[in-house]
């Protein structure tokens, strides 16, 4: 696998880059950085901070030029790093989708239920210009877990 902007191998089995914050109250709140899922070391491909997870960019099936092929390849990508750090696609609360073109919107729609059958989290809809030119679409997102943690 290559790293999305860098085209670099990805290098599985990282170790995360833990950080923690001053402590407030006699509190401290860590910070979780997972390693780049995209060859990038400047983008991890989630941060958990707290009970909140912020997951990177996630995109992929460049093979086809085909929107709901890329979503499937999205989505599955996202679900393998949520499970690094023990959460799902059903924890996700916000999920922001980036199109190349917006007459791609309901064919992009429609994968959305296979993922999430119990519901869709909120969601954001946009169009935007890639680096890869392949690259038809891509997501983002927050999940929410209590005690999430690598």
Known sequence: MTGFATGRPHRPGRRPNLSSSTPVDGVTSVVTRMPSHCGDDTCPSCVVAGDQIYLAHHAGGYERDDVAHQMRCAFQAAAATLATVGVSLSDMV?????????????????????????????????????????????IDGIAYRPGARP
């Open 94 to 138: 916000m999920i922001t989708l980036y199109l190349k073109d917006l007459d791609d919107f309901q064919a992009a729609r429609a994968v959305f239920p296979e993922y999430f059958p119990d519901g869709c989290p909120a969601r954001m809809a946009l169009t935007t210009t890639f680096i890869d030119p392949r690259c038809r679409c891509m």
